[in-house]
């Protein structure tokens, strides 16, 4: 049998294992209590992460929701803004390929509405209308990353030239080249603005420099080449007296008129309307239909026609026209031909001013060179009417005489020369003024102005200082006579001066009422001075000189009008 | 040496369970009431070391011996009502755990006086169905309310008490007819528990391992 130590160590060991069953027993109990927890609790942390996910979920489609509607807005709103750009969009791909223009674009390259544009698809680098300009290897930068400006006449494939601006910016997707946005600004206006200024101040320059209007209508012409096109361009003036256009520059392709009847053309339509006219083909039919124009046998396929105006006067027109490209001109050519017209009518109103002022001038030489020789003539006349009076003089009386008639005489050449101070012309001078002046001045000298009465009727006329101051010399003489002798013994007594003018001649007539001139007076053999004088001076101007002895004393001077004094 | 384990393998295995769970107490994160019920674990098998050495020192003297168990018993009592009475949130009269200490201090004075452990023996029995029930109240409460891998050495202590009592028990009611022939049989009693929680540590740190 077994000891007691043995059942000892057996029933030690026993408990161990059944301690340790026991332990394993309740291990085991906890860990799959542990085990249905952890699973409840995995499963309500499942159903809370799942409830969770539920909202973040609903979260997220309501924030995805209000992202692609903000997107949706901003994209809206971005496509406005390119849709609706001033300036041109191009966008372009990795490989430079054309992807997108906007309608600005398609404006500015001039392709039809509802037409697709040709280069959609095509690296910018190889578009013809690229190449012609030089500037494909630009684009390249736009690759290194470099941001691009061009300014440049451009000519579309659709034939459209244009003054583009353009601004290239170019675009990265992880730091690589992505495409890229090309803005491009229409700035045909502002240049064709600068050309404009430009020809003007052209045009105001040659208008300083250039003396001959011929030549200054080649500048012109050349000038305006730049903005408008003149092949055929003409500068037509208009003369109202006559009713004739005349050109005084035109180059014309098809006629070489040198001046033609207003008549019912274009031109005189222009010049009568005072209005810029822009006739085509089909306006001209029309306007000859309303019998506005003649039908002409070669009409303009286009024609362009702006008045040329001086002070609101319409003095011409300037023309530009084609007989054979109906679209050379627009309506808004008809502005730049506005601008042109008005620099040619300053042109023309300056050199006609400086024509006229040239004239004068001219005329004011040789006035003075005249006045000149006038002087030296009527100091010649005026020594020689002392000489004359010299041989008169043989008492103290006969000099006080003498003295007087000089100064009466030198008096009268001064009085022409008085009024011709005073005339708008210097070389005219009114006949009427002078005899009345003449007359009242002999009156006041001789102190009759109570005794005699002096008559005038007298025609107006203008008369050359040359014959006046003859004449002056003429009618002083006979008036002087009148006044001291044909009233001697009479307390009254009456003059009458007549003037009228003939086809030919001048004639003038002085009567008195007075005691007429002694029989034994012969007016063409005269023995006194002043006669002599009259006879001398008739003869001078190729006039007649007759004598009346009905009723008193009257002399009749008849003069021609073109006298070579 | 055999002679030596088989004599003095509770002491052996006491002091085992002491140092485990003396280890587990302060190099564990663990917390609150848990916390406690270690402490007054560790305490409780302390003391147990203690009785086992004076015992030894005083070559089984009957007067250490009554002292300690009453000691003892009544440590018993305040470790696990108290647990038990924070558990369920009950309030906390010191009384309550005089009441129950009172006929064990009597029982060892009677013992003491008519050198006679049949006293003893029988208030024995009776702390330990309070200490089961109360150890089962425990669990109870733990398992229905508190978190379970948190308050995991907690069950492992008492569920160790809840086998302890029922050998206990169990080897009491065989020794109350016949003490001192079946006195190995408590002895194992014992001897099962001590195993029980020395390989609770083990337990206990696979399930933290793993659970936490």
Known sequence: MYTENQIQIFVIISSIFIGLFILTTIYLIIKLKLNSILLRQSEEKIKEYSEDLEKMVEERTKQLSKSEESYKQLYKFNEGIVENSPAGIIRLDAKLKINYENPEMKRILGIPPGEESKALGMDIRELSSVKNIGVSSIFNNLMKGKEIAIENLFISVYGKKTFITLKGVPMFENNKFNGAVLLINDITER???????????????????????????????????????????DVALYNEKTDMISLPFDVDESDDFVSFPAGETLTAL?????????????????????????????????????????????IGVIVVQSYDDPNLYTEKDIEILTFISEEIALAIKHKQADEQIRRDLKEK?????EIHHRVKNNLQVISGLLMLQENEITTKEDAIKGFAASQDRILAMAKAYELLLGSEYMSEVSIVKYIESLAEQLKHNYDIHDKVKIRYSLEEFAISIEILDRLGLILNEIITNSVKHAFEGRESGNIHIE????????????????????????????????????????????????????????????????SEA | MIDFIIFHHLGILRVLTLAFWFYLYKKSKITGLNRDAVKYFVNYLALFTVWNILMIVTENSGRVYLFFWTIISIYQLYFVLTILFKLAGWNYVWLEIIIPALPTTLAAILSFKYSNYQPV??????????????SVLILRYILLKKSFVENIETIFIFSGFVLYFILQILASNIMTFDFLKYWSFCKNATLIGFIYWIGSIVCIRKIRYRYS
């Open chain 1, 191 to 233: 240049k064709q603005a600068e050309n404009i200024q430009r020809t003007l101040y052209n045009i105001s320059d040659a208008l300083n420099k250039v003396d001959n209007l011929h030549e200054l209508f080649i500048k012109i012409r050349e000038f305006s080449g730049n903005v408008i096109d003149t092949t055929n361009f």
């Open chain 1, 270 to 314: 222009v010049i009568k309307t005072g209005k810029p006219l822009y006739a085509n083909r089909q306006l001209q039919q029309k306007l000859a239909k309303q019998d506005k124009i003649e039908v002409i046998e070669n009409p303009s396929a286009i024609w362009l026609g702006v008045p040329l105006k001086v002070e609101k006067q319409v």
């Open chain 1, 365 to 369: 030489e040789l006035l003075l060179r």
């Open chain 1, 499 to 562: 003037l009228k003018e003939t086809e030919k001649h001048i004639v003038i007539k002085i009567s008195d009422d007075g005691i007429g001139m002694p029989e034994d007076i012969d007016i063409h053999n005269p023995d006194t001075l002043g006669l002599s004088l009259v006879e001398m001076l008739m003869a001078q101007l190729q006039g007649t000189l007759s004598l009346d002895r009905k009723n008193g004393t009257s002399f009749i001077v008849e003069i021609p009008k073109e």
């Open chain 2, 121 to 134: 023996n029988i208030v024995d029995f009776f702390n330990s169905l309070i200490l089961l029930t109360s």
